[in-house]
């Protein structure tokens, strides 16, 4: 469960792809990559660690002491993301998105626009990476504004308006930003999966997207 956000950008992708090939083989060979190359990463580190905590003597007491506290911290922040939603119900702070899709889709009918659609979650690590280097940035502000209505779906705790919107425009795992047309229709090709990508490299794309939208 822990876990999920870190693996879900790349295993829903790759489960997704194999469900549509219905290939047994392919996907044991895709799978079992997968997993020799997450684990092997960890077996190689375990070999590098072993050798120098051996050489350090007492010094690692103080490196364990250090590894354990710092352990102790991710699992107090999973912690608070966990019963943060009985403690105190989720607020959305940013005033740039709409919260609410069928607002959203309202005024992208007054205004002619089209509308950007970000799926995120509070316990979502890559949800956010992609607000520090993307979303902050008022340039990206200002090109999205010019053709589309910004619009946040927040799936934090799974509510009856993130399940619907998955399921309807098929979403396999957040961070998951959409591009629709007037018509409420996903420009072709312009999903976006996962973080990682610039801000000068997403302004480009919504300038793109834009005219295809017109095109459509």
Known sequence: VFAAPCV????????????????????????????????????????????????????????????????????????????????????????????DFEQAEVLAGEQSKGIVVDFYADWCISCHELEREVWSQETVRQAVRQSFIPAKIDCTDNNEQCETLEEAYDVQGLPTILFLDKAGQEINGSRIMGSGISAEEFIKRVVNYAQQARQQ
């Open 8 to 99: 879900v950008p790349v295993v829903g992708p790759l489960l997704f792809y194999i469900s549509t090939t219905r290939d047994v083989v392919l996907g044991f060979i895709l799978m079992l990559s997968y997993a020799q190359g997450l684990s092997l990463l960890f077996v190689m580190f375990s070999f590098i660690s072993n050798r120098w905590i051996t050489k350090s003597g007492e010094r690692t007491r103080w490196v364990k002491n250090i590894l354990g506290t710092l352990l102790l911290l991710v699992a107090l922040f999973y912690f608070q993301i966990l019963v943060k939603p009985w403690i105190a119900p989720h607020i959305p702070h940013d005033p740039y998105f709409l919260y």
